[in-house]
């Protein structure tokens, strides 16, 4: 199988800024998931007492949680990798596009991850 991910990744050296917005993102931090631990920032989806109306109209956001993780994107890989996505090809974008996914000092990366069976050969062996 695979998975396109179109994502925003937490910068280590903040602030982050896409374009006129500056998302609400905490300082950088240290999750755990599975005996790992990944770097990122917590990210504000909602202010504080949002309605379920407005959660249902958001194009972008979360509908559930208020806050959100953004891993950095060494974190995205190793976690990808980690839970069986071996290949992963990085779409890039010339930055002479002016398109507002083709700058990486913004966060926004996409990625093509591909989770392959492992290859079994009665030749090759591990």
């Not at 950088?28 to 949002?50: K, N």
């Not at 596009?97 to 090759?124: K, M, Q």
């Amino acid at each position: 199988g695979f998975l396109v991910l179109d994502t925003l990744v937490a910068l280590e050296d903040g602030p982050q800024t896409i374009g006129e917005w500056a998302p609400e993102l905490s300082g950088m931090q240290t999750f755990p998931f599975r005996g790992e631990s990944y770097r990122g920032r917590l990210y504000r989806e909602y202010e504080a007492g949002a309605d379920a109306v407005e959660r249902a109209f958001s194009t972008t956001a979360s509908h559930a949680n208020d806050l959100s993780v953004w891993l950095t994107e060494d974190a995205l890989v190793s976690l990808l990798a980690r839970v069986g996505f071996e290949q992963l090809e990085k779409q890039v974008f010339p930055r002479s596009a002016d398109n507002w996914w083709s700058d990486p000092s913004e966060g926004r990366v996409l990625y093509v991850a591909r989770r392959r069976r492992r290859f079994a050969s009665s030749i090759f062996r591990d």
